[in-house]
């Protein structure tokens, strides 16, 4: 995964989330991520897109699915994904940090 992370990504991962059953949910979000850092990894190796996940970023891995219709914040499906999501990735910066190679 790239960063920054903007909050254009964790909108397209969560948009992806409320396309797919609440049981779904948590094992899309992962894959989305997981995505995301293998075409990170990619393109730092190789110097182009991954060719199924693309630049890295959560949007680009977010968008290989499909992605409900934007719905406003208040939706409280929305801010289950929104939470889900926020809660993936400070799992995966905690991980990043403590990790010995940073």
Known sequence: MIRPVLPGDVSAVA????????GDRLRLCRRIFGG?????????????LHPHWGDGSLSAAARR??????????????????????RELAAVLEADAASPAR
Do not use: I
């Open 36 to 48: 995301a850092a293998e075409a990170a990894a990619h393109c730092g190796l190789y110097g182009h």
């Open 15 to 22: 948009r992806a989330l409320l396309a797919v059953p609440e």
């Open 65 to 86: 699915h499909g992605l409900a219709e934007e719905p406003f914040l208040d939706d409280p499906a929305y801010l289950s994904c929104t939470r889900l999501v926020l």
